[in-house]
């Protein structure tokens, strides 16, 4: 506190009952001090600090020095402490020395914050502030030293860059709170790490310090109880970057939050670490509430005492995370305390609530990802036994329920922190029932297994254990020879096992890259057993638990051959559980209020929809991951689509290709040239990215106001819902944002990352453009219904001919929205133009027997036999492989108002036209086209629209001039004939687009 002892005299006290002590000091201050300025402040410091209210440290001398007291210094103090958090480069004691030795602006800057932020602050607060900062500015000139001019200006930046704070709130009792939390704008503050979220609150007190992240203001996302004080915030800021990417499949953006303490008792008395951990939590979290907007009866109201320099921003949920998995309760209870809005839909999976454990969501979701990884190289997990190695113990969530997602399991080897098990040999039937066992038994550890049960060679060591002595099975099933390895030998050799399934359930980083070092990872309690991920030998990896791997260790692992996404797609089913619970109780949390449901009836309804609300979780996890196989099916022939999106991305200031390990366009460059494209982990990032980005658009755009997406509304809830409360659905809080996310992910899982941005680009049209023209080819020609029907042949034909299918449907798709884009009709709504050309799309595909020239129905049918042959039931395949020759439907309908003629008639010509040009030929041509560029592929797709385009034109003419196709035919004959002899030349020629452009240019003068 800057003051110099100089003197005790102790003074014992007594009434015979009780002894005290009085020590009496003598303090020596520094020659400038006014004893009675800083008298009273001094004595008041001193009690704070000795009460452990305050702590001691270097600051508390500018009690000496500027008129500030211990709560003004504390607001300092928070600073520093979340500079620490940075890494910024100057240390504690500097920053320290620093503000005492620049005593006058460190005054200046605390008045800047009571000029800021003080509520019933007297005078103009802009004006205020401006000459505060001027006075500022001229005082910085004389600061010589460089390092302390960065430490004050970053200060001052901090400060500025703060858009609340609940420093001048109370107890109910008057008291200041002890803690105190600044909801900052991290993209304003120097030196904050990428990525940069939207919004940040900071909590400090001597007792805790937190921090949460926000990448929106519509954000979720869990709580941890991190142990890592010293950087917690770098713990925290990798785990929101996972959440952005994994959020996109719900409704809010990603945000996470983290907490440590700073005073907690020994971790091995168990109950009082525990009682400080959620004392602490709920200091936590109340910093987070208490300048948060409430909403009451509908209105948004401001926290108390707080000057607020943002707009309303109410929404603010929070979940369990890695500590705090049982506090969703303990968080609900704060929630109610304060009266906030949300109610017991603050945090997700509380008593009232759906239980992740129980649903087993988190690891089904992840199963998902399991077996599409099996179905793509003819291996059924259900039916069919299968190797796996093991993270975690079958008493936590994921890994447990994961373990009993399939009765064909062989679980060889598995680990947790206690524990290493073996079981070279397994009984399927067996094992299971004792994994089923061990699930349904509190707090069990693999020690807890029936060791009878344990194949020949196998058991259970303890990892504290000098070494474990394997037998000749267990080195069998680890693929090693060594006989006698420690502990930590057999978990690296437990990730190299050769099995078919790594299944990683639990808490660490086990993966990274050849090139990344263990420092880099940031996960030290793994360091010594750590792998790379070209050493991995299993075939698939499922990551249940989050960060697993590095990205760089997966991208390695999956460019060796190695089946894996990300953790972000695997264990999403979580977050996923949890914001469908959160919206489902804001809606029915309004019907409650209104009277309309007793909370009993809420909390059965809620039960009820258990199972429908699992269901529409995994039909998330179902299709994230079936875009993905989408993408690696043809890697190729999307790069250069991917590399496009990435550069737009780029250039909206939307991603940062470094940041998320995605290659640089010199890198694609290299993998065209050695034939590569992204791995299935790039490919999630790219996904991801990609539903931010046209997220953000059409919740910008008046989509989501459209009645016609209100059936997207709908179908996220579970039916009871649609059908008892639609009106309260219709009027949902988060209505646009969830309509505008439904969409995204129904459109982009279907497509692919690529087609919005594509299509938008080429048609120069919004991303609301893109998906209301794809919305009218998918109910123009019903594929909705070919999609479910291909998805349906899982495990039916080879997943290579079902991806080729989905691949020829995208196709069509992605024709057909080209062309609603090009014909786009002025102010017309999607249910009249659906109107206009559905029911003739359905009367052609009715009648393709009868209208096509009999060449081209017979070639049609020998197409459907091919998919016929591989399995694909009949109608199926017919009604696919017409969808080439009802796509036209689009014109013909046009066509025959135009001309006055039935559809009949029009398409009886035009298929006529096509087969007397054989302009099927010349589109096999097209199709043959290269498309290793973003170029080659416009290139080809135009002079397939040309091709459509000609025989439209040339129909349209013969139809005006009521001329039949036998009288057309005789006058362009000679065209005619030289058009099919260039054909039959170039067939047997190499693919080149000079011949075809020579042909258009034939054609067109046809029309």
Not at 621 to 644: E, I, K, M, W
Not at 951 to 973: D, F, I, P, Y
Request: include cysteine.
């Amino acid at each position: 506190m800057g003051a110099r002892v100089l003197d005790e005299h102790p003074y014992r006290i007594s009434d015979g009952d009780q002894e005290l002590w009085i020590h009496d000091l003598g303090l020596q201050l520094p020659p400038e001090t006014d004893l009675s300025a800083v008298k009273e402040r001094f004595e008041e410091l001193f009690g704070q600090v000795w009460r452990a209210e305050v702590e001691s440290d270097d600051l508390n001398r500018l009690v000496l020095n500027t008129d500030l007291d211990g709560r003004s210094i504390a607001v300092l103090r928070a600073c520093a402490r979340y500079f620490k958090q940075l890494g910024f480069a100057y240390s504690q004691n500097y920053i320290e020395n620093t503000l005492n030795k620049n005593c006058g602006i460190t005054q200046l800057i605390a008045e800047l914050f009571g000029a800021r932020f003080k509520p019933d602050y007297v005078g103009d607060r802009e004006t205020s502030q401006k000459q505060i900062r001027e006075k500022i500015e001229a005082a910085m000139s004389q600061v010589a030293s460089l390092d302390e001019d960065r430490i004050l200006r970053q200060l001052i930046a901090t400060i500025l860059a703060t858009l609340r704070t609940n420093f001048w709130q109370t107890t109910a009792s008057g008291e200041w709170k002890s803690y105190m939390s600044f909801k900052l704008n991290p993209r304003e503050i120097p030196g904050v790490p990428e990525p940069k979220p939207l919004f940040e609150i900071w909590v400090y007190s001597p007792r805790v310090e937190g921090v949460h992240l926000r990448g929106g203001k519509v954000a979720r996302g869990g709580l941890r109880w991190s142990d890592r004080r010293e950087d917690f915030r770098t713990e925290i800021l990798g785990l929101v970057k996972a959440q952005q990417v994994k959020n996109t499949v719900i409704v809010p953006v990603g945000s996470k939050g983290g907490f440590v303490l700073k005073s907690a008792p020994p971790a091995t008395d168990r109950e009082a670490y525990q009682a400080e951990g959620v004392a602490c939590y709920k200091l936590f979290l109340s910093g987070l509430l208490d300048i948060t907007d409430n909403i009451v009866k509908g209105q948004v109201v401001p926290p108390a005492r707080v000057v607020r320099h943002d707009p309303d921003d109410p929404y603010l949920v929070v979940a369990a995370d890695k500590g705090t998995a049982t506090f969703s309760d303990i968080a609900n209870g704060v929630s109610a305390d304060y009266g906030f809005w949300l109610g017991d839909a603050f945090a997700s999976g509380g008593s009232v609530g759906y239980d992740h454990k129980k649903m087993g969501i988190t690891a089904r979701g992840a199963w998902e990802s399991v077996k599409r990884h099996f179905r793509s190289f003819g291996h059924n997990t259900q039916t069919t036994p299968f190797t796996v190695a093991g993270i975690g113990d079958m008493s936590g969530d994921v890994f447990g329920n994961g373990m009993l997602l399939s009765e064909q399991i062989k679980l060889l080897v598995a680990f947790d922190h206690r524990h290493i098990f073996i079981d070279p040999n397994p009984d399927v039937a067996t094992s299971f029932a004792e994994r089923q066992r061990l699930f349904n038994l509190p707090r069990s550890s693999w020690d807890d297994y029936d060791k009878s049960l344990i194949s020949e060679g196998g058991g259970v060591y303890p990892r504290s254990a000098k070494s474990v002595s394997l037998s000749p099975q267990a080195r069998a099933v680890l693929g090693i020879e060594a006989s006698d390895l420690t502990p930590v030998e057999v978990l690296k050799a437990i990730l190299q096992a050769p099995v078919d399934l790594l299944y990683n359930g639990g808490i660490g980083t086990y993966v990274k890259a050849t090139f990344e070092t263990h420092a880099q990872v940031g996960d030290k309690a793994s360091d010594a057993f750590r792998v790379n991920g070209n050493e991995l030998r299993c075939k698939v990896l499922a990551e249940g638990g989050n960060l697993g791997c590095t990205q760089n260790g997966r991208i390695e692992f999956a460019q060796k051959g190695g089946r894996i996404y990300t953790d972000a797609i695997d264990n999403s089913a979580g977050v996923d559980c949890s914001d469908h619970e959160v919206n489902i109780k804001i809606l029915v949390g309004g019907i409650v209020e209104a009277s309309d449901l007793t909370l009993k009836q809420r909390n059965d309804l809620l039960a009820s929809m258990t199972d429908e609300v699992g269901h529409l979780v995994l039909t998330d996890n179902y299709y994230q991951s079936l875009a993905l196989d989408l993408a690696c099916h043809r890697p190729l022939y999307v790069l250069d689509g991917q590399q496009r999106l990435m550069q737009t991305l780029e250039s909206q200031g939307r991603l940062n290709r470094a940041i998320e390990f995605l290659p640089s366009d010199e890198e694609i460059a290299r993998r065209k040239a050695h034939k590569q494209g992204l791995s299935a982990p790039e490919n999630a990032v790219v996904l991801a990215y990609a539903k931010m980005a046209v997220f953000d658009e059409l919740v910008a755009s008046n989509l989501p106001d459209d009645p016609f997406f209100s059936r997207a509304l709908r179908a996220y809830f579970p039916q009871v819902l649609s059908e008892k409360f639609a009106g309260a659905i219709a009027h949902h809080q988060l209505k646009r944002e969830i309509i505008a996310t439904f969409i995204t992910n129904t459109v982009i899982n279907r497509t692919g990352a690529t087609f919005v941005n594509f299509i938008a680009i080429e048609a120069a049209a919004s991303a609301a453009d893109v998906i209301r023209a794809f919305t009218l080819a998918r109910e123009i020609f019903d594929l909705e219904a070919l999609w479910d029907q291909i998805d349906a042949l899982d495990y039916k034909v080879d997943a290579k001919l079902q991806l080729d299918l989905l691949t020829k449907l995208t196709a069509i798709a992605q024709r057909a929205s080209r062309w609603m884009l090009r014909a786009r009709t002025a102010n017309a709504d999607l249910p009249t133009l659906i109107q206009r050309y559905q029911p003739s799309a359905r009367e052609l595909r009715a009648n393709l027997a009868s209208w096509l020239p009999a060449p081209a129905y017979a070639s049609l049918q020998d197409a459907s036999r091919g998919f016929i042959q591989a399995g694909v039931d009949a109608t199926l395949a017919e009604n696919l492989v017409a969808l080439d020759y009802i796509f036209p439907a689009l014109d013909l309908v046009d066509l025959a108002q135009a001309t006055n003629s039935d559809l009949e008639k029009t398409a009886r010509t035009y298929f006529g036209v096509d087969a007397e040009l054989s302009l099927m030929g010349w589109r096999d041509q097209i199709n043959r086209l290269p498309t290793d560029t973003l170029w080659q592929t416009q290139a080809r797709g135009s002079a397939r629209d040309d091709i459509y385009s000609i025989a439209s034109q040339v129909t349209k003419g013969m139809l005006s001039r009521q001329e039949n196709l036998a009288a057309w035919r005789t006058q362009h004959a000679q065209a005619i004939d030289k058009l099919n002899h260039l054909l039959n030349t170039i067939v047997t020629q190499g693919a080149d687009l000079a011949p075809v452009s020579v042909a258009l240019r034939e054609l067109r003068s046809l029309a």
